[in-house]
């Protein structure tokens, strides 16, 4: 079954507690990206990578980081979590930019509290 | 920078009732328009996608229309049932963007018996 999975799907923690959350594709997409979600803000893009070893911000980068070094994974990195961190995360993936305008497909999310 | 509007926030209707859901958009660059629906504690589940050359595209009793000059698009919903109670979100594609999507805020949908 074509999906993107992310862990965990739930978190809590505490402020500066480096935490990773993983994300990876079946469908060998080119692209991925984060999203965070947060009531009344919609969904803000966070960072994207068009292929391995390639990445780049997106609208609200600041306290993530990202790495692409298989095609498939596209992990999220806080390296020092804020409760301002505190939210709806989602990865996204398709197929490719401009490739026929292929539609995103989203994980289940993952909901991060910090404390 | 572009900005997406969703109208209304909120809104119920009866089973059966066709509905018609609202998206705006003030940058008419868009590559193009895509509805998602959300249900709660899941993901966004992608329905229809519009390249910015199409006025519509139809999934079975969804129809989804895009008039870039106005920036708009409407998703219409026929004879609606309670399993279609979700969150419908619209998001665009901005030219040379690679891919990233712009959100609405939504709307939160309930069909009643």
């Known amino acids: 079954e074509a999906q993107v999975t992310q862990n965990p799907r739930y978190l809590i923690t505490v402020t500066g507690k480096k935490l990773t959350v993983t994300c990876s594709q079946n469908?060998?997409?080119?692209?991925m990206s984060w999203y965070r979600q947060d009531p009344g803000l919609g969904l803000r893009q966070i960072y994207y990578?068009?292929?391995?070893?390639?990445?780049d911000k997106g609208d609200v980068p600041e306290g993530y980081k990202v790495s692409r070094k298989e095609k498939r994974n596209f992990p999220l990195i806080l390296e020092s979590p804020s409760p301002n961190q505190t939210s709806l995360y989602f990865c996204?993936?398709?197929?490719?930019?401009?490739?026929?305008?292929?539609?995103?497909?989203f994980g289940d999310g993952t909901r991060l509290s910090i404390l | 920078k572009q900005e997406v509007t969703q109208i209304p926030a909120a809104l119920s209707v009866p089973e059966g009732e066709n509905l018609v859901l609202n998206c705006s958009f003030t940058?008419?660059?868009?590559?193009?328009l895509q509805w998602f629906r959300q249900d709660p504690g899941k993901g966004l589940t992608s329905l229809l996608l519009?390249?910015?050359?199409?006025r519509e595209q139809t999934s079975g009793r969804l129809n989804a229309s895009l008039d870039k000059s106005s920036g708009r698009s409407t998703l219409y919903i026929a004879a609606s049932q309670p399993g279609d109670s979700a969150t419908y979100l619209c998001?665009?594609?901005?030219?040379?963007?690679?891919?990233?999507?712009?959100f609405g805020t939504g709307t939160r949908l309930q069909v009643t018996l």
């Open positions: 996204a993936s398709s197929l490719g930019t401009g490739v026929g305008n292929q539609p995103q497909h």
């Open positions: 469908m060998n997409h080119e692209y």
């Open positions: 990578s068009m292929n391995v070893e390639v990445t």
């Open positions: 940058d008419s660059a868009i590559y193009n």
């Open positions: 519009i390249q910015s050359s199409q």
């Open positions: 998001a665009v594609t901005i030219t040379g963007t690679a891919s990233k999507l712009t």
